[in-house]
């Protein structure tokens, strides 16, 4: 079993978007910023806030904001 299929959803999805900041362009990207922070509430409507936090800092290195 790999190690991504071992976490947590919340921690699959911040996997996912670590990767997608990998491919990107080095400029700031807020368009894919409010796009991913509108998924994370979608997905994850009932987060604590330090979950909240954590992803949030998470999509905003990986979309230079």
């Known amino acids: 079993m790999s190690a991504v299929a071992e976490l947590q959803p919340l921690e ?34 009932c987060l604590t806030g330090a979950e909240y936090e954590r992803a949030v800092a998470a999509i905003s290195q990986a979309t230079g904001v």
């Open 12 to 45: 699959r999805w911040m996997a996912r978007v670590r990767q997608i900041g990998a491919h990107r362009p080095h400029r700031a990207d807020y368009a894919a910023y409010e796009r991913l922070k509108a998924e994370l509430v979608r997905e994850f409507p």
